[in-house]
Protein backbone atom coordinates (compact mmCIF):
# COMPACT_ATOMS: atom_id res chain seq x y z
CA UNK A 1 0.00 0.00 0.00
CA UNK A 2 2.85 2.44 0.79
CA UNK A 3 5.23 1.35 -2.60
CA UNK A 4 1.69 2.13 -4.22
CA UNK A 5 1.03 5.83 -2.68
CA UNK A 6 4.75 6.42 -2.98
CA UNK A 7 4.52 5.88 -7.03
CA UNK A 8 1.24 7.72 -7.05
CA UNK A 9 2.82 10.59 -5.84
CA UNK A 10 5.96 10.21 -8.19
CA UNK A 11 3.86 9.98 -11.21
CA UNK A 12 1.84 13.67 -10.02
CA UNK A 13 5.03 15.27 -9.81
CA UNK A 14 6.08 13.91 -12.89
CA UNK A 15 3.27 15.05 -14.98
CA UNK A 16 3.30 17.95 -13.19
CA UNK A 17 6.83 18.88 -14.19
CA UNK A 18 5.38 18.08 -17.49
CA UNK A 19 2.70 20.46 -17.36
CA UNK A 20 5.03 23.32 -16.39
CA UNK A 21 7.54 22.72 -18.68
CA UNK A 22 5.03 22.42 -21.79
CA UNK A 23 3.68 25.61 -20.13
CA UNK A 24 6.95 27.34 -19.57
CA UNK A 25 7.94 29.77 -22.51
CA UNK A 26 11.38 30.64 -24.58
CA UNK A 27 13.28 33.89 -23.10
CA UNK A 28 14.66 35.89 -25.68
CA UNK A 29 17.21 38.45 -24.32
CA UNK A 30 18.94 41.45 -26.55
CA UNK A 31 21.11 44.38 -25.31
CA UNK A 32 23.90 45.85 -23.69
CA UNK A 33 25.72 45.55 -19.98
CA UNK A 34 22.45 45.68 -18.06
CA UNK A 35 21.18 42.07 -19.40
CA UNK A 36 24.50 40.32 -20.61
CA UNK A 37 25.18 37.00 -19.00
CA UNK A 38 28.59 36.22 -20.22
CA UNK A 39 28.70 36.80 -23.85
CA UNK A 40 31.51 39.37 -23.64
CA UNK A 41 33.49 36.22 -21.77
CA UNK A 42 33.93 35.05 -24.65
CA UNK A 43 35.39 37.85 -26.58
CA UNK A 44 38.61 39.98 -27.13
CA UNK A 45 36.78 43.33 -25.15
CA UNK A 46 38.03 45.20 -22.57
CA UNK A 47 33.71 45.70 -21.39
CA UNK A 48 34.12 42.20 -19.22
CA UNK A 49 32.45 41.20 -15.52
CA UNK A 50 34.63 37.95 -15.35
CA UNK A 51 36.60 38.83 -12.34
CA UNK A 52 36.31 39.56 -8.67
CA UNK A 53 33.95 41.10 -7.18
CA UNK A 54 31.39 40.37 -9.53
CA UNK A 55 29.38 37.70 -8.61
CA UNK A 56 30.03 38.04 -4.85
CA UNK A 57 26.66 37.41 -4.54
CA UNK A 58 25.20 34.93 -7.05
CA UNK A 59 24.75 31.43 -6.08
CA UNK A 60 28.44 30.26 -7.01
CA UNK A 61 30.42 33.40 -5.57
CA UNK A 62 31.87 33.37 -8.86
CA UNK A 63 32.01 36.16 -11.62
CA UNK A 64 29.58 34.69 -14.45
CA UNK A 65 30.33 37.60 -17.04
CA UNK A 66 27.06 39.37 -15.51
CA UNK A 67 27.55 43.21 -13.99
CA UNK A 68 25.78 42.64 -10.88
CA UNK A 69 27.08 41.12 -7.15
CA UNK A 70 24.38 38.56 -8.00
CA UNK A 71 21.44 37.90 -10.23
CA UNK A 72 20.71 40.82 -12.97
CA UNK A 73 17.44 41.02 -15.13
CA UNK A 74 17.07 38.08 -17.35
CA UNK A 75 18.35 35.77 -14.33
CA UNK A 76 15.07 37.15 -12.40
CA UNK A 77 12.86 37.58 -15.33
CA UNK A 78 13.35 34.32 -15.85
CA UNK A 79 12.18 33.36 -12.03
CA UNK A 80 9.22 34.60 -12.54
CA UNK A 81 8.80 33.05 -15.85
CA UNK A 82 9.64 29.82 -13.74
CA UNK A 83 12.29 28.82 -16.59
CA UNK A 84 15.98 28.68 -16.10
CA UNK A 85 18.27 31.81 -17.40
CA UNK A 86 18.76 31.43 -20.75
CA UNK A 87 22.64 30.76 -21.94
CA UNK A 88 24.84 33.33 -23.11
CA UNK A 89 24.32 32.53 -26.64
CA UNK A 90 28.23 32.43 -27.39
CA UNK A 91 28.24 29.07 -24.69
CA UNK A 92 29.43 26.15 -25.48
CA UNK A 93 26.54 25.03 -23.16
CA UNK A 94 23.77 26.03 -25.66
CA UNK A 95 23.18 23.25 -27.05
CA UNK A 96 20.71 20.18 -27.59
CA UNK A 97 17.30 20.79 -25.03
CA UNK A 98 19.08 23.75 -23.72
CA UNK A 99 18.04 26.00 -26.74
CA UNK A 100 14.74 25.13 -25.93
CA UNK A 101 15.19 27.41 -22.89
CA UNK A 102 15.59 30.24 -24.99
CA UNK A 103 19.15 32.00 -25.19
CA UNK A 104 20.84 35.06 -24.21
CA UNK A 105 22.67 37.74 -27.79
CA UNK A 106 23.66 40.63 -25.31
CA UNK A 107 26.83 41.87 -25.10
CA UNK A 108 28.35 44.78 -23.09
CA UNK A 109 28.95 48.08 -24.02
CA UNK A 110 26.91 47.95 -27.78
CA UNK A 111 24.23 50.45 -28.64
CA UNK A 112 21.32 51.08 -31.18
CA UNK A 113 23.71 52.50 -33.71
CA UNK A 114 27.23 49.95 -34.45
CA UNK A 115 29.45 53.27 -33.28
CA UNK A 116 28.77 53.35 -30.25
CA UNK A 117 30.68 51.02 -27.90
CA UNK A 118 33.77 51.35 -30.17
CA UNK A 119 36.48 52.02 -27.42
CA UNK A 120 35.55 48.32 -25.94
CA UNK A 121 36.51 46.77 -29.41
CA UNK A 122 35.15 43.79 -29.96
CA UNK A 123 31.73 43.61 -28.83
CA UNK A 124 28.37 41.89 -29.99
CA UNK A 125 26.50 44.76 -32.16
CA UNK A 126 22.58 45.04 -32.38
CA UNK A 127 22.81 43.55 -35.94
CA UNK A 128 25.05 41.02 -35.25
CA UNK A 129 22.52 40.04 -32.21
CA UNK A 130 19.89 39.63 -34.69
CA UNK A 131 21.77 37.63 -37.10
CA UNK A 132 22.93 34.83 -34.12
CA UNK A 133 18.88 34.68 -33.24
CA UNK A 134 18.55 33.50 -37.04
CA UNK A 135 20.96 31.43 -36.57
CA UNK A 136 19.46 30.07 -33.40
CA UNK A 137 16.77 29.64 -35.26
CA UNK A 138 18.33 27.29 -37.67
CA UNK A 139 19.79 25.29 -34.95
CA UNK A 140 16.46 24.73 -33.22
CA UNK A 141 14.63 23.53 -36.27
CA UNK A 142 17.12 20.69 -36.76
CA UNK A 143 16.19 19.80 -33.57
CA UNK A 144 12.69 20.08 -33.38
CA UNK A 145 11.46 21.34 -37.19
CA UNK A 146 10.72 24.35 -38.58
CA UNK A 147 6.65 24.98 -37.41
CA UNK A 148 7.61 24.01 -33.72
CA UNK A 149 10.63 26.71 -34.27
CA UNK A 150 8.23 29.11 -35.22
CA UNK A 151 5.78 28.23 -32.32
CA UNK A 152 8.46 28.74 -29.67
CA UNK A 153 9.67 31.95 -30.91
CA UNK A 154 6.13 33.13 -31.33
CA UNK A 155 5.35 32.45 -28.25
CA UNK A 156 8.54 33.37 -25.89
CA UNK A 157 8.82 36.41 -24.04
CA UNK A 158 11.64 38.81 -25.31
CA UNK A 159 13.88 41.08 -23.80
CA UNK A 160 15.51 44.16 -25.39
CA UNK A 161 17.36 46.51 -23.04
CA UNK A 162 19.68 49.01 -25.44
CA UNK A 163 20.23 52.98 -25.97
CA UNK A 164 21.64 54.34 -22.98
CA UNK A 165 25.11 54.02 -24.21
CA UNK A 166 24.04 55.83 -27.42
CA UNK A 167 24.23 58.75 -24.48
CA UNK A 168 26.95 57.99 -22.27
CA UNK A 169 29.38 56.21 -24.69
CA UNK A 170 28.71 58.22 -27.88
CA UNK A 171 27.22 61.23 -27.81
CA UNK A 172 28.54 62.40 -24.50
CA UNK A 173 31.80 60.34 -24.25
CA UNK A 174 33.71 63.19 -24.55
CA UNK A 175 33.01 66.99 -24.97
CA UNK A 176 32.43 67.72 -28.42
CA UNK A 177 32.31 64.38 -29.52
CA UNK A 178 31.51 63.22 -33.21
CA UNK A 179 27.83 62.65 -32.74
CA UNK A 180 27.47 65.92 -30.95
CA UNK A 181 29.13 67.33 -33.57
CA UNK A 182 26.88 65.88 -35.76
CA UNK A 183 23.83 66.54 -34.72
CA UNK A 184 21.66 68.87 -31.83
CA UNK A 185 20.59 66.06 -28.88
CA UNK A 186 16.87 66.43 -30.64
CA UNK A 187 18.12 65.93 -34.02
CA UNK A 188 20.29 62.77 -32.50
CA UNK A 189 17.41 61.54 -30.42
CA UNK A 190 15.48 61.19 -33.74
CA UNK A 191 18.59 59.76 -35.92
CA UNK A 192 18.69 56.75 -32.88
CA UNK A 193 15.35 56.02 -32.79
CA UNK A 194 14.77 55.48 -36.54
CA UNK A 195 17.71 53.20 -36.38
CA UNK A 196 16.16 51.16 -33.27
CA UNK A 197 13.12 51.14 -35.72
CA UNK A 198 14.56 49.14 -38.10
CA UNK A 199 15.93 46.67 -35.36
CA UNK A 200 12.91 45.91 -33.55
CA UNK A 201 10.81 45.33 -36.92
CA UNK A 202 13.62 43.16 -38.25
CA UNK A 203 13.09 40.83 -34.41
CA UNK A 204 9.27 41.22 -35.59
CA UNK A 205 10.31 39.87 -39.16
CA UNK A 206 12.21 36.94 -37.11
CA UNK A 207 9.13 35.87 -35.32
CA UNK A 208 8.99 37.65 -31.89
CA UNK A 209 5.41 38.35 -30.60
CA UNK A 210 5.93 39.72 -27.44
CA UNK A 211 8.73 42.10 -26.51
CA UNK A 212 9.46 44.15 -23.29
CA UNK A 213 10.97 47.46 -25.04
CA UNK A 214 13.02 48.95 -21.56
CA UNK A 215 14.21 52.92 -22.11
CA UNK A 216 16.76 54.18 -20.64
CA UNK A 217 17.28 54.60 -16.66
CA UNK A 218 18.18 58.18 -15.39
CA UNK A 219 21.26 58.80 -16.89
CA UNK A 220 22.61 61.65 -15.13
CA UNK A 221 21.86 59.93 -11.66
CA UNK A 222 24.23 56.53 -12.24
CA UNK A 223 27.71 57.17 -9.52
CA UNK A 224 29.89 57.45 -12.91
CA UNK A 225 28.33 60.40 -14.12
CA UNK A 226 28.26 62.08 -10.65
CA UNK A 227 31.78 60.97 -10.32
CA UNK A 228 32.47 62.93 -13.52
CA UNK A 229 29.80 65.91 -13.72
CA UNK A 230 28.39 66.52 -10.01
CA UNK A 231 30.14 67.89 -6.83
CA UNK A 232 26.58 68.03 -4.98
CA UNK A 233 25.12 65.01 -5.58
CA UNK A 234 22.97 66.08 -7.87
CA UNK A 235 21.64 64.40 -11.10
CA UNK A 236 23.60 65.68 -14.01
CA UNK A 237 20.85 67.67 -15.96
CA UNK A 238 22.37 67.49 -19.63
CA UNK A 239 21.99 63.25 -19.58
CA UNK A 240 18.39 63.74 -17.70
CA UNK A 241 17.74 65.69 -20.31
CA UNK A 242 18.34 63.42 -22.73
CA UNK A 243 16.55 60.46 -20.71
CA UNK A 244 13.49 62.90 -20.57
CA UNK A 245 13.57 63.66 -24.26
CA UNK A 246 14.20 60.15 -25.30
CA UNK A 247 12.28 57.66 -23.52
CA UNK A 248 8.57 59.35 -24.26
CA UNK A 249 9.98 59.39 -27.84
CA UNK A 250 10.31 55.73 -27.50
CA UNK A 251 7.27 55.48 -26.10
CA UNK A 252 5.47 56.77 -28.70
CA UNK A 253 7.24 54.98 -31.67
CA UNK A 254 6.53 51.40 -29.91
CA UNK A 255 2.46 52.81 -29.93
CA UNK A 256 2.63 53.58 -33.84
CA UNK A 257 4.40 50.16 -34.68
CA UNK A 258 1.52 48.23 -33.06
CA UNK A 259 -0.90 50.51 -34.50
CA UNK A 260 0.76 49.69 -37.51
CA UNK A 261 1.23 45.96 -36.94
CA UNK A 262 -2.41 45.52 -35.22
CA UNK A 263 -1.17 43.86 -31.95
CA UNK A 264 0.42 45.05 -29.07
CA UNK A 265 3.89 42.85 -29.71
CA UNK A 266 6.04 46.35 -28.00
CA UNK A 267 5.70 46.93 -24.49
CA UNK A 268 7.27 49.86 -23.58
CA UNK A 269 8.70 49.23 -20.33
CA UNK A 270 9.51 52.90 -17.99
CA UNK A 271 12.52 51.84 -16.38
CA UNK A 272 13.49 55.38 -16.12
CA UNK A 273 10.24 55.83 -13.64
CA UNK A 274 11.16 52.32 -11.78
CA UNK A 275 14.90 53.47 -11.42
CA UNK A 276 13.99 57.26 -10.21
CA UNK A 277 11.56 55.46 -7.95
CA UNK A 278 14.48 54.20 -5.44
CA UNK A 279 16.36 56.90 -6.87
CA UNK A 280 14.72 59.87 -5.52
CA UNK A 281 13.99 57.83 -1.91
CA UNK A 282 16.47 55.23 -1.33
CA UNK A 283 15.04 54.70 1.66
CA UNK A 284 11.92 53.49 1.23
CA UNK A 285 12.74 50.96 -0.62
CA UNK A 286 15.62 49.77 1.86
CA UNK A 287 18.94 51.47 0.46
CA UNK A 288 21.54 53.53 2.73
CA UNK A 289 22.24 55.52 -0.97
CA UNK A 290 21.23 55.72 -4.44
CA UNK A 291 24.35 57.58 -5.28
CA UNK A 292 27.22 55.63 -4.08
CA UNK A 293 28.44 52.38 -5.78
CA UNK A 294 28.66 49.85 -3.36
CA UNK A 295 32.12 48.77 -5.66
CA UNK A 296 34.22 51.70 -7.11
CA UNK A 297 36.46 54.04 -5.86
CA UNK A 298 37.16 58.05 -6.13
CA UNK A 299 34.25 60.10 -5.71
CA UNK A 300 30.53 58.23 -5.22
CA UNK A 301 32.41 55.14 -6.18
CA UNK A 302 32.05 56.43 -9.64
CA UNK A 303 35.11 56.42 -10.75
CA UNK A 304 37.06 53.57 -13.39
CA UNK A 305 35.90 49.66 -13.11
CA UNK A 306 34.58 47.47 -10.11
CA UNK A 307 37.98 45.78 -9.16
CA UNK A 308 39.95 42.89 -6.58
CA UNK A 309 41.42 46.64 -5.43
CA UNK A 310 38.05 48.64 -5.43
CA UNK A 311 36.26 49.92 -2.28
CA UNK A 312 33.44 47.14 -1.57
CA UNK A 313 30.40 47.85 0.63
CA UNK A 314 29.74 44.81 3.28
CA UNK A 315 26.31 44.76 2.67
CA UNK A 316 25.12 44.79 -0.92
CA UNK A 317 21.54 45.18 -0.35
CA UNK A 318 21.67 48.62 1.20
CA UNK A 319 22.77 49.76 -2.04
CA UNK A 320 20.42 50.87 -5.35
CA UNK A 321 24.03 50.74 -7.39
CA UNK A 322 26.47 47.70 -7.65
CA UNK A 323 29.44 49.19 -9.42
CA UNK A 324 29.56 53.15 -11.10
CA UNK A 325 26.60 52.01 -13.80
CA UNK A 326 24.57 48.85 -12.64
CA UNK A 327 21.95 47.85 -9.83
CA UNK A 328 21.86 46.01 -7.67
CA UNK A 329 20.44 42.71 -7.54
CA UNK A 330 18.25 44.19 -4.72
CA UNK A 331 17.55 46.83 -7.21
CA UNK A 332 16.62 44.87 -9.74
CA UNK A 333 14.82 43.00 -8.19
CA UNK A 334 12.29 45.96 -7.70
CA UNK A 335 12.38 46.70 -11.58
CA UNK A 336 11.11 43.25 -12.12
CA UNK A 337 8.34 43.55 -9.84
CA UNK A 338 6.99 46.47 -11.54
CA UNK A 339 7.80 44.97 -15.00
CA UNK A 340 5.36 42.09 -13.70
CA UNK A 341 2.57 43.87 -12.42
CA UNK A 342 3.15 47.36 -12.61
CA UNK A 343 0.93 50.16 -14.24
CA UNK A 344 0.67 51.83 -17.06
CA UNK A 345 2.76 54.37 -15.72
CA UNK A 346 5.67 51.72 -15.01
CA UNK A 347 4.27 49.10 -18.43
CA UNK A 348 2.24 50.45 -21.41
CA UNK A 349 -0.33 48.98 -22.52
CA UNK A 350 0.05 46.21 -19.81
CA UNK A 351 2.49 44.56 -17.41
CA UNK A 352 3.93 40.84 -17.85
CA UNK A 353 1.72 39.46 -15.65
CA UNK A 354 -1.66 40.30 -17.50
CA UNK A 355 0.47 38.99 -21.44
CA UNK A 356 1.00 35.93 -19.62
CA UNK A 357 -2.69 35.65 -18.24
CA UNK A 358 -4.31 37.15 -21.41
CA UNK A 359 -1.87 34.18 -23.58
CA UNK A 360 -3.06 31.33 -21.46
CA UNK A 361 -6.66 31.85 -22.56
CA UNK A 362 -5.53 32.61 -26.45
Known amino acids: METSFV ?8 IGSLATHSEARAFFVFGDSLVDNGNNNYLATTARADSPPYGIDYPTRQPTGRFSNGL ?32 NFASAGIGILNDTGFQFLNVIRMYRQLQYFEQYQQQVSKLIGPAQTNQLVNQAVVLITVGGNDFVNNYYLVPFSSRSRQFSLPDYILFVLSEYEKLLMRLYELGARRVLV ?3 GPM ?37 LNSDIGANVFIAV ?12 PRAYGFVTSKVACCGQGPFNGLGLCTPLSNLC ?10 PFHPSERANRFIVQQIMTGSNLYMNPMNLSSILAMDSWA
Request: proline share 8%; net charge negative; glycine share 6%.
Open 7 to 14: LLASLIVA
Open 72 to 103: NLPDILSEQLGTESPLPYLSPKLKGQNLLVGA
Open 214 to 216: TGT
Open 220 to 256: GCVPAELAMRSRTGSCDPELQRAAGLYNPQLNQLLSA
Open 270 to 281: NTERMNNDFISD
Open 314 to 323: PNRSLYAFWD
